[in-house]
């Protein structure tokens, strides 16, 4: 049976590996363990599982109904019969074309889909096939980085908001649908609160989305910058993050409302596939202490 000696945590204040579990087969008890490791390091690690796609999402509509996939890079939504499925990947089909998203280059830091009003809780990625070295994915601490920001920031942004920028994914390619923006003050985007209360814990979180046309509601331009700047200092110190190694069937989950995360370029003649799901918004990030 899992208990809580089966979790270990993997860094000082995000993550924890699960030891001893067939996520193809959880009960109920299981899933409880589970589910309050989750919440306490707010990143779970899996390792040597073995899922089909339809596993997959089983296991993760435990937590919740799924979000759709959202529109990949080459134009298709998800894999066939399983619009739940996001693909990341590098790998080019027979035409050439990226059979996923987010290719070989760098992934910056970001938590997913922040710039919708109700961006999933949680997402779920699970490796098929690895490079040899690179590609490596870090998570951070969005309530370590909030803890960290000095009182005079904290007072600061209490009452502020980001617009998150809906232009460009983490890979820097300009989403579906959308035009070319630049500029912070004008891109299509979505605001949320700098800092929330996270809905199951209370704990106060930053917020931060992506830093690429990020816009602090109602400041002058050169303030947003600057503050932006000093939040995301904060927010990415290294003693705040995790970085995992991947191995094939390694299942790496992560709390959206706590934690953001980032990708290292790898070899784009390597090949790397990976599957991911996103469990929906219950509700839109609110306020701390509103
Ligand atoms: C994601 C993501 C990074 C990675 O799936 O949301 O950012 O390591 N992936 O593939
Ligand atoms: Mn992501």
Excluded at 61 to 89: C, K, W
Excluded at 227 to 250: I, K, M, R
Excluded at 254 to 281: E, V
Aim: proline share 7%; aromatic share 8%; glycine share 8%.
């Amino acid at each position: 049976m899992l208990t809580n000696k089966n979790i270990i945590p993997i860094s000082k204040y995000i993550g924890a590996m699960v030891l001893d579990v067939d996520l193809a087969k959880i009960d109920e008890k299981t899933f409880t363990v589970i589910s309050d490791a989750f919440d306490k390091y707010n990143g779970l690690l899996f390792r040597e599982q073995s899922l089909s796609p339809e596993q997959l999402v089983k296991f993760s509509r435990l937590f919740g109904d799924l979000d759709h996939a959202p529109q990949m890079e080459n134009g298709q939504t998800a894999v066939a019969g399983f619009p739940e499925i996001y693909i990341v990947s590098n790998i080019l089909n027979k035409n050439k074309e990226p059979i996923g998203s987010l290719g070989a280059g760098e992934a910056v830091w970001h938590t997913d889909m922040s710039y919708l009003p109700n961006p999933p809780d949680i997402s779920m990625l699970y490796a098929l096939e690895i490079p040899p070295v690179g590609g490596d994915t870090s998570l951070c601490s969005m309530v370590a980085a909030f803890n960290t920001l000095p009182d005079k920031i904290k007072t600061k942004v209490a009452h502020l908001s980001i617009k998150h920028d809906g232009t460009y994914n983490s890979g820097g390619l300009l989403r579906k649908g959308l035009r070319e923006d630049n500029d912070p003050m004008t891109c299509a985007g979505q605001p949320h609160p700098i800092v929330c209360a996270h809905p199951r814990t209370n704990q106060p979180v930053l917020y931060l989305g992506r830093r690429r046309n990020a816009y602090i509601v109602g400041l002058e331009r050169e303030e947003s910058e600057g503050l932006l700047d000093s939040l995301w200092d904060y927010a990415t110190l290294p003693e705040n993050s995790y970085t995992h190694q991947w191995q094939v069937g390694d299942l790496l989950m992560w709390d959206n409302r706590a934690t953001m995360h980032r990708r290292d370029p790898f070899d784009s003649s390597a090949r790397r596939l990976m599957q991911r799901t996103q469990i929906k918004g219950q509700i839109a990030p609110s306020a701390f202490g509103a």
